[in-house]
């Protein structure tokens, strides 16, 4: 029966469902849902049957199954299966798309609003976005400023990073930073911590293990992973730069709180995902993610400005 491309196509949907979340057998084939029970009860292939069931939730084949999703720590009510929360959504067909170097901001969120109803309605009432624009003292600069803001209100970082910038005149790069003495960072307002985070960036711009000029080369993971090796700049401040400064369309911040929340508000998820179930639900926003991040905060601020004005 594999051999029916109908049946291979069925199969090859059920083995798309990452561990942790279910399909309803009408989200597999909306047409011919019995059909997906009927190849599953005589099908020898590997697939991971037990995460079909049915669409209120309940499991056809028992315990057995139940235990597997359990296993699997897939949200319950009870003996049924939250829906709401573990159903995983239809991605593109296809192989993953790449992240396009050269790219368009409206094409990608014309995508993004083309890949579910629910961004389509939410994108057409927060508006479009528009690109951040680049710190004025490039990448270096903006990696510093991630740096000094750290744990710190919005005005006493703005005061400890424009005393910081003052002492470097000229471009801000890493030789610059590098001829400025420890006491006068220090007495810019900097604490040990981040002055010797600061010395660790510089030191690796310098010797090359952080990339600038040829960041654009460099694929998102490997910046990443280039990034996380300074001290003090952890995954979310690399995925906020590669998002802003380097404008990489494809970053998916499943640490980021505001985009889990946005994602719970637009999917009507309660409480919203942890980072662990957020990372497979943005496959089908590939290869725009980015953009789907920027709209779950969007979501958060009109959530925020709707109670607000409920509460007057």
Do not use: C
Not at 106 to 112: H, S
Not at 114 to 143: E, V, Y
Not at 254 to 274: A, E, H, S, T
């Amino acid at each position: 029966m594999a051999d029916d491309p109908r049946t291979a196509l069925i199969l090859d949907e059920i083995r798309a469902i990452p561990k942790g979340f279910v399909r309803a057998y009408s989200d597999v084939d909306p047409v011919a849902p019995r059909m997906v029970g009927r190849i599953l009860a005589t099908t020898d292939a590997d697939v991971p049957w037990w995460r079909v069931l049915r669409a209120d939730g309940s499991v056809p084949k028992g315990a057995r199954q139940l235990d597997l999703l359990r296993r699997e720590r897939v949200p319950m009510n009870g003996a049924r299966v939250d829906m709401a929360a573990a159903r995983y959504p239809a991605a593109p067909a296809g192989p993953r798309p790449a992240a396009p170097r050269r790219w368009s901001l409206p094409k990608a969120i014309e995508a993004v609003a083309a890949a579910d109803p629910a961004m389509d309605a939410l994108i057409s009432r927060a508006g479009p976005i528009t690109h951040r624009p680049g710190n004025p003292d490039g990448h270096f600069g903006a990696l510093v400023r991630s740096i000094v803001f750290q744990q710190l209100a919005g005005a006493a970082a703005n005061a400890i990073h424009g005393r910081v910038r003052a002492l470097v005149p000229g471009p801000l790069d890493a030789a610059s930073l590098a001829r400025v003495p420890d006491a006068d960072l220090r007495a810019a307002g900097l604490s040990g911590a981040k002055l010797a985070s600061l010395r660790d960036l510089q030191a690796k711009v310098l010797d090359g293990t952080v990339a600038m000029d040829d960041a654009s080369a460099l694929p998102d993971e490997e910046v990443i992973a280039r990034l996380v090796s300074v001290r003090g700049i952890g995954r979310w401040t690399a995925e906020m730069y590669l998002m802003f400064e380097l404008r990489r369309p494809d970053v998916w911040p499943v640490d980021d709180l505001g985009v889990r929340q946005g994602y719970g508000l637009v999917f009507g998820i309660d409480p919203p995902p942890p980072a662990r179930r957020l990372g497979p639900l943005g496959d089908r926003f590939h290869p725009y993610r980015s953009v789907a991040a920027r709209y779950m905060w969007e979501a958060v601020h009109l959530h925020r400005a709707s109670a607000a004005t409920e509460l007057r």
